[in-house]
């Protein structure tokens, strides 16, 4: 008898599978994509962030979806360009140390902010082309160094707006 509970339940599960899936994407008649190199026309340059960038987003489109990468006469052609990267203050933080004298010291914080502008163009809906610019930042506290900000907050920043490049694309939400 259970055994054929647990038959009934796979079929159940695999008709459902078979009427609804998460994988909906709005590029349904377009099969190739060109991603060009997003350079970094920021006044301050992360000399490194450029060709990350480039390789992440290529590598979402690429990865998550079934187009082609193509250097030619393709359906989608997605290009732009880092028009900012800064850091700045940010506020103090309800992060708090005490020091040894038993007073409350609370940890300042840094903002890192980065601002991406996204050329999109679909030669087979026109319609849904368009000119953005995307802008993320992380709060990070002022103890980290360079080094860190821009292992751990720079892939932080720049992987939420890849996503939301994504989402406006491929999700057409």
Known sequence: MSKLKIIFGFVI???????YSFTGSSLTDEKTVQINEFPNNAALVNPTLSQQFSTDIQNRFLQRTTLKGTKSN????????ISDYNFSSATISSNTLTNPSGGVVQQAQGKLTISVKVHYENKIHPDSSFDR?????????????????????VKLVTDRIINKIFNDIVANW
């Open 133 to 153: 610019t995307y802008t993320d930042e992380a709060v990070y506290n002022n103890d980290l160094s360079q080094s860190q900000i821009e292992t751990t907050q």
């Open 13 to 19: 599960l695999s008709l459902f599978h078979q009427c």
């Open 74 to 81: 393709p359906d989608i052609l997605i290009e732009g360009e």
